[in-house]
């Protein structure tokens, strides 16, 4: 995501103040922490940081959007004044839509299977409780 920052960096000029949060260690954390632990790391690098004390823009890139929202809804402080969800699931995300219409009839079916059988895993309180996904 640092490439994505060097892009807001540039389009905004001299002086503008960027930052690139990665919460726990890298992409496994990602998968294994819970939101709501990646959510509370999120504030504190945020509450701490005085130069976003009087408010900020907020860009969140696909988990990390849900973990935007997550925010303004969440923390007052400090304040976000526009949030950009940028590739964001806030709708939620169910399956493999795209990849089941191309695949042949049996292929679609299989996939189509696998999701309504693990639907009930990972949507339930307890993996919700130690996953991320």
């Excluded at 294994?32 to 945020?46: C, E, G």
């Amino acid at each position: 995501m640092e490439e994505a920052a060097g892009w807001v960096r540039e389009a905004l000029g001299p002086g503008s103040y960027v930052r690139c949060i990665e919460i726990g260690n890298g992409e496994v954390d990602s998968l294994i922490m819970p939101m709501n632990q990646q959510l509370s790391q999120l504030a504190a690098q945020l509450q701490a940081d005085v130069r976003l004390r009087r408010g900020f823009n907020m860009i969140g890139y696909s988990q990390g959007s849900l973990l935007a929202r997550g925010f303004v809804q969440r923390y007052g402080t400090p304040r976000v004044h526009t949030l950009i969800s940028w590739v964001g699931p806030q709708a939620g995300q169910y399956g493999c839509p795209d990849w089941e219409a191309n695949w042949p009839d049996l292929a679609a079916s299989t996939v189509i299977a696998i999701n309504q059988l693990t639907s009930a895993v990972w949507y339930s309180d307890a993996s919700q409780a130690r996953l991320s996904f």
